[in-house]
T-cell receptor
Framework: NAGVTQTPKFRVLKTGQSMTLLCAQD?????MYWYRQDPGMGLRLIHY???????AKGEVPDGYNVSRLKKQNFLLGLESAAPSQTSVYFC????????????FGPGTRLTVL | SQKIEQNSEALNIQEGKTATLTCNYT??????LQWYRQDPGRGPVFLLL?????KEKRKERLKVTFDTTLKQSLFHITASQPADSATYLC??????????FGSGTRLLVRP
């Protein structure tokens, strides 16, 4: 089992460019999450999904969109990147929402110039 | 608002000693709390979950306590080893059961 995978691992964008981060999990988990991690701050939830075809906003959703067309995939899109979106992005999945551990991917380091 | 606080200063200890990390939460009472380990350049890895009705939870050299009166969880690593060096994150859920992650405490274990 690969667990949770993320592509790409690194990306540099110019302000205003768009991109999509892909997350895939092979554990048949219902719940998937996108977080961002900035220095000195905890992981902050951007968007999450409680199942195929569903998405919901987290703590910091502005500037991001997501889609979950297939149960195993969760895409995070930046339509017009801004320097404030420079961060490390982590995807995670869990079998259930409560009392369940989250499995994290290796992260994507994004720099917006 | 719900707030999670972990000591931002790194904890530097000698190999073989017990490391104790603190997680304080304010303005609410979570039903449980999780602890994760994060190595540089990698995603967090789940370690332990402790419920509000559990005072203590153990897993090998790890021990977690949960004091709902003090609104605090302590994370202990006994007989620490250099391989235990990492950042440790506490994560209680919010009122809708989404995890709130602390900023983490970095542990350095000297050989």
């Amino acid at each position: 089992n690969a667990g949770v995978t993320q592509t790409p691992k690194f990306r540099v964008l110019k302000t205003g460019q768009s991109m999509t981060l892909l997350c895939a999990q092979d554990m048949n988990h219902e719940y998937m999450y996108w977080y961002r991690q900035d220095p000195g701050m905890g992981l902050r939830l951007i968007h999450y999904s409680v199942g195929e075809g569903t998405t919901a906003k987290g703590e910091v959703p502005d500037g991001y969109n997501v889609s979950r067309l297939k149960k195993q995939n969760f895409l995070l899109g930046l339509e017009s990147a801004a320097p404030s979106q420079t961060s490390v992005y982590f995807c995670a999945s869990s079998r259930d929402l409560t009392y369940n551990e989250q499995f994290f991917g290796p992260g994507t380091r994004l720099t917006v110039l | 608002s719900q707030k999670i606080e972990q000591n931002s200063e790194a904890l530097n200890i000698q190999e073989g000693k017990t490391a104790t990390l603190t997680c304080n939460y304010t303005n609410y009472s979570p039903a449980y709390l999780q602890w994760y380990r994060q190595d540089p350049g990698r995603g967090p890895v789940f370690l332990l979950l402790i419920r509000e009705n559990e005072k203590e939870k153990r897993k090998e050299r790890l021990k977690v306590t949960f004091d709902t009166t003090l609104k605090q969880s302590l994370f202990h690593i006994t007989a620490s080893q250099p391989a235990d060096s990492a950042t440790y994150l506490c994560a209680p859920p919010d009122s809708s059961y989404k995890l709130i992650f602390g900023s983490g405490t970095r542990l350095l274990v000297r050989p």
